[in-house]
């Protein structure tokens, strides 16, 4: 019987990291993409086609790297030294989040490649097929002596910087609009992290971190701040013992 402890916090990630009493092992993370209204596609005769996922990741101008610079700034503060942090973004924002994090004292590492089989369609075939994102690996400071960050190196034949899933379907899908596919997510945290850590996601949406963190023996502790998808995470993981719910709103 697995027993891994979760936090689960019903708040904004910039209030809630008080909460958090002791430093974390890795913070795995999916934030806002910066995608919402840019993309909407009108055709004749059929429902738009959009990108626009809800206000929480619609930014204007320059607010999202301010945002990004803001949330990496906060979580510096609660992860271990030489700790992992591994982000979800979209390719155009690698450099700049890669910046953001180096002029905080992170080392970039690498960046990994989620290739997506069943991307949504380009109807009016005039561009390319959105079927790629980034998630882009950095430790809390580095010393090149010792390199005593945790990475699990499988075998040459699963360690390439590149991941290929269908996007999340069927029965592990949720009403979330961006849930990530349990098996980036699995890949993520094996590589990572090690059994029993503790792994914080302050933007967790469905809660996929933390279902699968349990999966594999991990602990976690999930920030949301919207109290429909914390809903949907909290239904997600109804089943998991040692669960603790802290509303910060
Ligand atoms: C890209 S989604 C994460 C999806 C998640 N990986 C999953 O598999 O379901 C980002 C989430 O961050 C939440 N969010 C945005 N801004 C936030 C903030 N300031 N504090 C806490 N959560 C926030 C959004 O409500 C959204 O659910």
Redesign the pocket.
């Known amino acids: 019987m697995k027993k891994n402890k979760h936090t689960l916090i019903l708040?904004?990630?910039?209030n809630?990291l008080g909460k958090i009493k002791r430093k974390v092992d890795a913070v795995i993370?999916?934030?806002?993409?910066n995608t919402a209204n840019k993309n909407t596609k009108l055709l004749k005769g059929r429902k738009a086609l959009s990108s626009d996922?809800?206000e929480?990741?619609y930014f204007k101008d320059d607010e999202f790297l301010v945002?990004t610079r803001k949330?990496v700034s906060e979580i510096k503060k609660v992860l271990k030294e030489n700790g992992n942090l591994v982000l979800?973004c979209k390719l155009e924002y690698i450099s700049d989040i890669k910046r953001i994090y180096e002029s905080l004292g992170f080392s970039h590492h690498a960046t990994i490649i989620w290739h997506k089989t069943n991307p949504a369609p380009q109807i009016r075939k005039n561009g390319f097929l959105s079927s790629n994102e980034a998630i882009v690996w950095a430790t809390n400071g580095f010393d090149n002596k010792k390199i005593s960050y945790t990475f699990n190196f499988s075998n040459q034949r699963e360690m390439h910087n590149f991941i290929e899933t269908p996007i999340?379907m069927g029965k592990e899908r949720?009403k979330?609009?961006?849930?990530?596919p349990e098996k980036v997510?699995e890949f993520l945290i094996k590589i990572f992290t090690n059994k029993n850590d503790l792994i914080l996601?302050?933007?967790?949406?469905?809660?996929?971190?933390t279902k699968v963190a349990n999966d594999l023996e991990r602990n976690s502790i999930s920030?949301?701040?919207?109290s429909e998808?914390y809903a949907?995470?909290i239904n997600r993981l109804k089943e998991l013992k040692n669960i603790k719910k802290i509303t910060n709103q």
């Open positions: 708040g904004d990630v910039f809630s993370v999916d934030p806002p993409y996922f809800g929480w990741d945002f949330w979800f999340c949720t979330h609009p961006t849930q990530k997510i996601d302050c933007f967790a949406g469905s809660g996929t971190i920030i949301e701040k919207d998808y949907i995470m």
